[in-house]
């Protein structure tokens, strides 16, 4: 199993920023892809920002050039740093990451309980 802990969310001003932090931890041989969801009231999951172990990224149109997703692969953390949010980014924020156990294992999806982002008008 893979625990993942967030950290981060909050209550911050539209203009304003926030980092979110996701640190996985358990029976990780390798870490394929790390990245952040969000879910907002009434709206499905949405992939905001991914991470590859060969250091690609993928953001969403609505994101790009305001979040920024970074990783230690050392302490097995992903990081996503928000500028200029807006109210249409409010949601609960999701860290996912895709591990192998073994060298030959397959892929396996976790994810993190959620954090919470608010952004006022």
């Known amino acids: 199993q893979v625990q993942l802990v967030e950290s981060g969310g909050g209550l911050v001003q539209a203009g304003g920023s926030l980092r979110l932090s996701c640190a996985a931890s358990?029976?990780?041989?390798?870490?394929?892809?790390m990245g952040w969801y969000r879910q907002a009231p009434g709206n499905e999951r949405e992939l905001v920002a991914s991470s590859t172990s060969g250091g690609s990224t993928n953001y969403a149109d609505s994101v790009k050039g305001r979040f920024t997703i970074s990783r230690d692969n050392a302490k097995n953390t992903v990081y996503l740093q928000m500028n200029s949010l807006k109210p249409e980014d409010t949601a609960v924020y999701y860290c996912n990451t895709r591990t192998r156990r073994t060298a030959v294992s397959r892929l396996y999806e976790y994810w993190g309980q959620g954090t919470q982002v608010t952004v006022s008008s």
């Open positions: 358990g029976s990780i041989f390798s870490i394929n892809t």
